[in-house]
C-alpha cells in the first residue's frame, strides 16, 4: 500500500513539473531522473532492510526452537544465552564460558 502511496506522489510530482513549471525540456528530464533515482534507492534499501530484519528474526526464531544458532563464531543455545526480547540481544548466562558476552541477533547466520 505504501509503494502505491508513493507512485500516486511522485506522478503528482511530474504532473506539477509538467504544467506549473517553466523549466525547459531537458532540465525537466534531469529533475525527473535525479527524482526517478531517489525513488529506486528508497526501494532497494527498504528491500534490503526487510531482508535483514526478516533474517535476524529467523535467528531468534530458531533460537525459540531449541536450536543452536552461530552468531559471530559463537554457537549461541538457550543453554549458555538468554534471549533480551528488546534488543534480540543473546547475552551469556551466568557460570557458563560466555558469562557477559552480548551478541546481537543481527550478527547470527
Known amino acids: ?6 507512485l500516486v506522489v511522485v506522478a503528482l510530482f511530474f504532473l506539477a513539473l509538467h ?5 525547459t525540456r531537458s532540465q525537466k528530464t534531469v529533475v ?3 527524482v526517478l533515482s531517489i525513488v529506486l534507492f528508497a526501494i532497494a534499501y527498504n528491500k534490503y532492510n526487510d531482508k535483514r530484519t526478516q533474517m535476524m528474526l529467523d535467528a531468534v526464531l530458531r533460537y ?5 544458532i552461530i552468531c559471530q563464531g559463537v554457537e ?9 526480547i528488546g534488543t534480540y540481544t543473546f547475552i551469556g548466562k ?3 564460558p560466555y558469562y557477559g558476552q552480548m551478541i546481537s541477533a543481527s ?3
Open 94 to 96: 551466568e557460570n557458563t
Open 64 to 68: 525459540n526452537q531449541n536450536s543452536t
Open 76 to 84: 549461541v543455545n538457550k543453554e549458555n544465552f538468554t534471549l533480551s
Open 19 to 23: 504544467y506549473f513549471t517553466e523549466l
Open 32 to 34: 525527473t531522473g535525479i
Open 1 to 6: 500500500m505504501a509503494y502505491i502511496a508513493g
Open 107 to 109: 550478527k547470527c547466520e
